[in-house]
């Protein structure tokens, strides 16, 4: 066999392997992260890490825009948040809905994670494809540790949202008595409007929140 031939079936040899193992290469990693986005829904941990440690990418998505991180948010795993933040998961990553780890951190209600986002500089101030924040959500929902974890971190107190809506005026809204009076205490003005120029106690009688509508009505 001559050196040429030689070369010229190597070089066919090498055509044809070199896509046959890049696809291989692609087949791997959309099953690492498969198994990954699987394993963080689970709350399988154990199996979060080991996929990591194979090269599965941490801030993978799946269809809705979710990372693992997202997933431990929404539903309060705290081991599994720690880690994928020390792992140097993105903070600020959201889902194709604009809801980020700390937004479902606020709905969720979960302190520690919240305290472990904000150590991480998580956005205060990004907002959803409704224009939500994670203040309104943390407000309107009641979870009053996060919320002061918010107002620590430097979101103003009195901060107008969309529609003109405050945090007081959401937690007005739902009837979130503690919070309220948390808020209060923090300076929140209860004689902003909001653009239909409704006060926070407006919108407590309105919509039937008489415990705050009662707090808001002293003083």
């Known amino acids: 066999m001559t050196r040429t031939l ?3 079936l190597l070089a066919l040899a090498l055509s044809m392997t070199l896509p046959c193992a890049a ?3 692609e087949q791997d990693a959309y099953t690492l992260k498969e198994r990954l986005l699987g394993a963080a829904r689970d709350g399988d941990q154990t199996a979060v890490t080991r996929l ?3 090269g599965a990418a941490i801030d993978s998505r799946n269809r809705i825009g979710d990372t693992p991180l997202i997933s431990a948010c929404k539903k309060g795993l705290t081991p599994l948040a720690r880690m994928l933040i ?5 903070v600020s990553q959201a889902d194709v809905q604009g809801i980020t780890p700390l937004m479902a951190t606020a709905f969720d209600g979960n302190d ?3 305290a472990l ?3 991480h500089h998580a956005d205060v ?3 959803d494809r409704v224009g939500k924040t994670a203040m309104e959500y943390a407000a309107g929902r009641g979870h009053t540790a996060v919320v002061k974890r918010l107002l620590d971190a430097g979101v103003d107190v009195n901060a107008a949202y969309r529609n003109h809506l405050t945090a007081l005026m959401w937690a007005a809204g739902y009837d979130q008595e503690e919070t309220a009076s948390m808020l209060l205490a923090r300076g929140a003005k209860r004689d902003l409007r909001d653009d239909r120029g409704m006060t926070a106690k407006d919108i407590a009688e309105r919509t039937g929140s008489a415990r705050v509508a009662s707090l808001l009505s002293k003083g």
């Open 52 to 54: 990591l440690d194979e």
């Open 117 to 119: 986002l904000l150590a």
């Open 112 to 114: 520690e994670i919240a």
């Open 125 to 127: 101030t990004a907002t």
């Open 86 to 90: 020390e792992r140097g998961a993105n």
């Open 23 to 25: 696809a291989h290469a």
């Open 6 to 8: 030689r070369c010229t």
